[in-house]
Each structure stands twice: as C-alpha cells, then as structure tokens.
C-alpha cells in the first residue's frame, strides 16, 4: 500500500505544476481563465481513461 500514496503524488503533480509549467512553455494556453494547462492535462487524461457513454458505446475526444 505504500506505491498507492507515491502513485497519488506523482500524478497530482503532473496533472497540476508541471501541466500548467508545459502549457506556458508551449503556448497552449494564451490567456489564463478557467482553462489553464493544468485542466486540460486533466480533461484529456480523466476522458481518456473513461471513453465509455453510459449506454456503453465508445466515445472520441474529438471527431476522426
């Protein structure tokens, strides 16, 4: 049970600091609103992980 709590970290990180730090370097996001690097790391990661409506047909992020 001790990886659960450093597994919990780690991504809390990545999905906040370091997320928003590679978002200003690449210019994802231009002006900070309520969209900032560290909710679009978390939009694409948390729709990646769940690409399932719920009357079980997959789901795209974006359309193909």
Known sequence: MKM?????????TVLTTTANQL???HQLI????KFTG???AQT???G?????HLDGQP????PS
């Open 23 to 25: 978002a200003e370097k």
């Open 59 to 62: 789901v795209a992020l974006a």
């Open 44 to 46: 694409l990661v948390f």
């Open 4 to 12: 659960v709590p450093k597994v919990a970290s780690g991504m809390q």
């Open 48 to 52: 990646w992980l769940t690409p399932v």
């Open 30 to 33: 231009v002006r900070q609103r």
């Open 38 to 40: 560290e909710t679009l």
